[in-house]
């Protein structure tokens, strides 16, 4: 079979660095000094999937062709071809990159027969073959598409919960276990966000395996304006932990949810970045706002005492409604380095009731396969639902 290979070089290079998503920031990020994120995933997801062909699980014994351009679109990425599989460039990557490469690279895949797409990504990225494809021609919109998440946001229904997952959901697709279903191509909407509003828009659909288990389905905005008691009950318990522990510093989490809580907090929190709250200096306590990765680290670091020991910290994040992500949507500038330095047992999931139906798990993609491990042996994360009112919510297995 042949699957095509599409990796946007440029998706979630500034993650860490506090962008909202890298369209057209690509070259200020790596001056900045951010590493590739889509391409590196993207070859984790390859690694699996050929260790997946060249097992039992492989039972139709199916042998693969890769296709792709060479270059930070396509080899750079995959692994050296084995016996089930292998890979046939159809060209080369350009030097500059922009979603006209994106399109005719996709076209080129659809003239070279691919039966499928496997990209590594964003949103963007997703908009950008979904578009092409729907362009092209009906049957060719009928290509279905397995994400691997490599941007910054991830809100639209083809991706895959992690690169593991991807190269799953890809082999049961050989395999033909798994059927395909129309899913939604998402994104913010970046008008309205200018605005300070976060509101996710549908922007069209595309096909892609359904699996549950695997696949992380479409964003989903869950929460009413009935709720205003219960996110104030949720505020109120935080207030209540910080005038009970002037030392506590709180990380606030992005989303909808927090920023309402910061409001009757009395904070003004950014919507789609992380802040700080900081101890009270002089019956005043010191708020950090939008922080990237490395002013995350910087003033964590400093919050010690006297003899260098952690002060208290606690990390305040809501999962997103419709995938149950807690991190790696949207938040990257939680990097591994600053998960541990926070700790993970420091970490405290905020939910409303709209939100907590139908999720039975919560998950978690650092980035990192060895943290990830640490939390899937923790097992379980503690959610706040209201007022001095928690329970604790299972980790998904990755």
């Not at 095509?4 to 070259?27: Q, Y």
């Not at 993207?42 to 699996?48: D, I, Q, V, Y």
């Not at 084995?82 to 922009?98: A, D, N, Q, R, V």
């Not at 709180?250 to 309402?260: A, K, M, N, Q, Y």
Request: charged share 25%.
């Amino acid at each position: 079979m042949r699957i095509g290979i599409v990796v946007n070089p440029d998706a979630g290079l500034g993650g860490r660095l506090g962008f909202k998503g890298s369209d057209g920031r690509a070259a200020e990020a790596r001056a900045a000094g951010a590493e590739d994120r889509a391409g590196p995933r993207m070859n984790l997801a390859l690694k699996a999937l050929q260790s997946l062909l060249s097992s039992s699980l492989n039972r139709s014994d199916v042998d693969l062709e890769c296709l792709g351009w060479s270059g930070r679109m396509g080899d750079t990425w995959v692994p050296e071809s084995t016996e089930k599989m292998s890979f046939t460039s159809l060209g080369s990557t350009p030097t500059e990159t922009s979603f006209e490469e994106t399109s005719q690279l996709v076209q080129a895949l659809v003239d070279a027969g691919a039966e499928a797409i496997l990209y590594a990504g964003g949103d963007g990225t997703t908009r950008d073959i979904a578009n092409t494809l729907e362009s092209i021609s009906k049957e060719a919109q009928e290509i279905p598409l397995i994400g691997v998440p490599g941007g910054v946001k991830m809100h639209s229904g083809c991706f895959a919960t992690t690169p593991k997952a991807a190269a799953e959901v890809t082999l049961a697709f050989l395999l033909g276990d798994l059927r395909c279903a129309i899913t939604e191509v998402m994104d913010l909407d970046e008008e309205i966000y200018q605005e300070g509003i976060w509101k996710v828009r549908m922007y069209g659909e595309a096909w892609t395996p359904s699996s549950p288990r695997f696949m992380q389905g479409a964003k989903e905005q869950v929460e009413r304006t009935s709720e205003s008691d219960t996110i104030e009950g949720l505020a109120q318990h935080v207030e209540s932990l910080l005038s009970s522990q002037d030392d506590l510093m709180v990380i606030w989490g992005s989303g909808g949810t927090l920023r309402r809580m910061g409001e009757f907090c009395g904070e003004k929190l950014t919507l789609l970045g992380i802040d700080v709250l900081g101890p009270a200096e002089n019956g005043q306590r010191q708020s950090h706002t939008d922080l990237n990765e490395q002013q995350l680290l910087e003033v964590i670091a400093k919050h010690v005492d006297e003899n260098g020991n952690q002060r208290p910290r606690l990390l305040l994040l809501s999962p997103m409604g419709g995938q149950g992500f807690l991190i790696g949507r949207g938040n990257l500038q939680l990097s591994p380095d600053v998960l541990r330095m926070i700790g993970i047992d420091n970490i405290l999931g905020v939910a409303t009731p709209a939100k907590l139906i139908g999720l039975n798990a919560v998950r978690i993609d650092t980035g990192e396969v060895e943290l990830d491990q640490v939390f899937q042996t923790k097992r379980f994360i503690k959610i706040l639902q209201g007022f001095r009112t928690t329970r604790l919510i299972r980790i998904e297995e990755a």
